[in-house]
């Protein structure tokens, strides 16, 4: 197959359709527009349902109904609309239907602006919606693996009957790429037992996220808590680079991972052994695969387009065995691979730190380089 | 003039709301104060069955779907408890 | 006479499931709930149709009725109601809302929908409160009318001024019907019941958006008997929300008399 230079928001658009995609809503919201301006046009001419929603709670309500009757749906927005969807998100995951969800996020918080951003990593891996849920959490780093990614999305939601979120940034999203799209599948008929269906002879569906009874809300829980026991077990997700006698390992995924790769490679040149762990499911978190680089590491990097969220997951495994510093930026600005460079260096200089929070000596340098501009 | 209809009222629905018996034309209809139904309500029951005359409202008037309507002579009672 | 002279007139629907509803004595939620079934019934949909459910106290019709039913997060029943209408376009659906979970927190997705022309049908209960939560103030709750939260009676300079529903969707283009009746007496209700059938048929016939507003009773929170509730509404909501047709297209051939 041959690959075609194509934009992030629409590679993710059009591979969604090729996999059999069956409806789409959404609202306007940059970096992210074109993704849904893509869809109105093509969906339509393939006979796929698309409505440009009144809002994001609108567009999310209709993946909710949608995702009823157990065909593929799919939204998209970015930070501020995503953040209008969690409710939606919640009841979706209290029901357990199949959706995929694609976040292009921008700096923030509040309005923030468009540039690209990793700020939505609590919001997406932690929840953000209320309740017990999970979202699976995928960071694509280039525009070929959100293709992939994409295509893998609804077949991870059909296995588990979960929402499957695609974490772009607005970067990635707006970029262009040599990348290889999948070959359109045709629209399957048959859809679940568990579908709303409306068809006679056959038993009444009702499709609920009520469990009134405390006890059966309980059970319902459990059960979603033994399914993600399976799907952290199965599906995580990760690439390492040069991490075989790596003393220094930087982690970072999505577009700061792929600016780390960068600093890392010009790192080695000088002989340093570092190497970058770039976890691809953010959710189920590849827990062993940091786990296993403690002993040899000397130390870890951080690095990411926000104020230290995964890094608070890494200081979770790493329980204070080892140092880990941070290094970030936020509000839409990226991290350049010498900035990152500059971190490697500090590192391996030394000397290494086991107490404190490395967020403090994160912001003295932030501080020092950019100032607080009142 | 024998009654022209006759009604049911099943009284695992019927919660004694008083539409009925407020709206049916005749007068038929009044809550039965010397029981009270499974639920806890002093069903709607006919007072005056000779006044029914199948119209149907308080049918069309009820909440609950508790009320069954048939027009024309009532078959014989048949004894329902001993 | 024989028994072969015995007619049947009136029964519970086939729609219906075999249980009791939890709404209270005499509430008109009941009433709406039997219409939706019998002309369901009538029109040979039962097993075609896909209820959304919304939040307030019909927040369980779901278990009321024997067809496909889904729950909505509050308001968002008509943008629910798209994604399935969108999806399996030749089933009916419908949404059934009330004051708060369509006027209010949902108006933004009910607007939407009309104006989009959805091949939904909406059956909207106006009782003029917030029944499920205990009586508080609703966008239809008429001007010095005392709720929970207008203890004193609604102060239209402090609190504003109710919203006509019906009239406000008639506006819309994507509007096919739009209608109000009331559920107050038995001849309202049977000319309620005609309003949603040709609702339901409208949508058939894919002429857009249709929605029936049920003026309604709530006995509980308006601390009256149901008799005296069925007057209050009659002397009080009647005037200020009018029955009647707002929008009709003119593909629809309503019967006289509605």
């Not at chain 3, 049947?8 to 219906?16: E, K, N, V």
């Not at chain 3, 049920?214 to 209050?232: E, F, H, M, Q």
């Amino acid at each position: 197959m041959t690959k075609e230079l194509i934009k992030g928001n629409i590679a993710v658009a059009e591979t969604a359709l090729r996999v059999g995609l069956v409806s789409y809503f959404g609202y306007p919201i940059t970096p992210q527009t074109e993704l849904l301006e893509h869809l109105s046009a093509r969906m339509p001419d393939l006979g796929r349902a698309f409505v440009q929603a009144e809002s994001e709670l609108g567009a999310i309500n209709m993946v909710y109904g949608a995702a009823c009757t157990g065909h593929r749906t799919m939204t998209s927005s970015s930070s501020p609309g995503f953040s209008l969807m969690l409710e939606g998100i919640s009841y979706i995951a209290g029901t357990e239907l199949p959706a995929v969800v694609v976040n292009v996020v921008r700096g923030g918080p509040g309005l923030g602006n468009i540039a690209p951003s990793q700020g939505d990593y609590n919001q997406m891996v932690h929840g953000g919606g209320h309740g017990e849920y999970y979202l699976l959490v995928l960071a694509p780093a280039s525009v070929q693996e959100a293709v992939d990614l994409t295509a893998l999305a609804f077949d991870l939601a059909e296995k588990y009957r979960t929402i499957v979120a695609i974490m772009m940034d607005g970067s990635l999203g707006q970029m262009m790429e040599p990348a290889e799209l999948p070959p359109f599948v045709p629209l399957r008929e048959e859809v679940p037992d568990w579908a709303v269906k409306a068809i006679p002879g056959r038993p009444k569906v009702v499709l609920s996220s009520i469990h009134i009874d405390p006890p059966a809300q309980e059970r319902f829980n459990l059960r979603n808590e033994l399914k993600w026991q399976a799907i952290r077990r199965d599906e995580v997700r990760f690439r390492e680079y040069y991490l075989e006698d790596a003393e220094y390992v930087v982690v970072g995924y999505g577009t700061a991972g792929r600016i780390a790769l960068s600093a890392v490679r010009a790192a080695r040149e000088k002989g340093i052994k570092v190497g970058l762990l770039r976890p691809i499911t953010l959710k189920p978190f590849p827990v062993q695969a940091v786990e296993k680089l403690v002993p040899q590491a000397k130390a870890f990097l951080v690095t990411e387009a926000n104020n230290g969220m995964m890094l608070d997951d890494i200081l979770g495994i790493v329980k204070g065995r080892k140092s880990v510093e941070f290094y970030g930026r936020m509000g839409g600005v990226l991290p350049y691979p010498d900035e990152i460079l500059d971190a490697i260096n500090a590192l391996v200089k030394g000397p290494l730190i086991l107490e404190g929070d490395p967020r403090d000596r994160w912001l003295a340098i932030l501080e020092q380089k950019i100032g607080i501009g009142v | 003039m024998p009654a022209r209809g006759w009604v049911e009222i099943n009284e695992m629905y019927c919660k004694a709301c008083e539409t009925c018996v407020t709206d049916c034309p005749s007068q038929v209809l009044a809550l039965d104060m010397s029981r009270l139904s499974p639920k806890g309500y002093h069903p709607a029951f006919m007072l005056h069955p000779e006044q029914c005359t199948g119209c149907g409202i308080c049918a069309v008037v009820c909440p609950d779907a508790a009320i069954t309507v048939y027009r024309g002579e009532r078959p014989a009672k048949k004894e329902e408890k001993l | 006479m024989t028994d072969s002279d015995v007619k049947l007139i009136y029964q519970r629907p086939a729609g219906f499931e075999d249980c009791t509803t939890h709404y209270c004595p005499g509430c008109t939620h009941g009433v709406a709930h039997r219409l939706v079934a019998e002309v369901l019934e009538e029109m040979g949909e039962l097993h075609n149709t896909i209820g959304v459910a919304p939040v307030g106290c019909a927040v369980f019709a779901y278990n009321y009725f024997k067809f496909d039913f889904v729950e909505a997060a509050h308001g968002r029943a008509p943008a629910m109601a798209t994604g399935i209408k969108r999806t399996l376009p030749t089933k009916t659906v419908f949404t059934y809302q009330g004051d708060g979970d369509l006027a209010s927190i949902g108006m933004g997705e009910i607007v939407a929908a009309a104006a989009r022309g959805e091949l939904i049908t909406t059956i909207f209960i106006n009782n003029t409160n917030y029944g499920m939560t205990g009586g508080q103030m609703a966008p239809t709750t008429l001007p010095g009318q005392v709720t929970t939260s207008s203890p004193k009676g609604r102060d239209v300079e402090r609190q504003g001024y109710p919203i006509k529903v019906a009239e406000m969707l008639s506006t819309l283009d994507g509007a096919a019907y739009i209608a109000r009746r009331s559920l107050h007496d038995a001849r309202s209700i049977r000319q309620a019941k005609k309003a949603i059938r040709t609702a339901f048929e409208a949508q058939r016939q894919g002429l857009g958006f249709t929605m029936v507003e049920l003026l309604s009773i709530c006995p509980t929170n308006w601390g009256l008997n149901v008799a005296d509730s069925r007057k209050w509404l009659a002397d009080h909501m009647l005037p200020f929300y009018p029955v009647g047709d707002f929008k009709v297209n003119p593909a629809i051939n309503a019967a006289g008399g509605n």
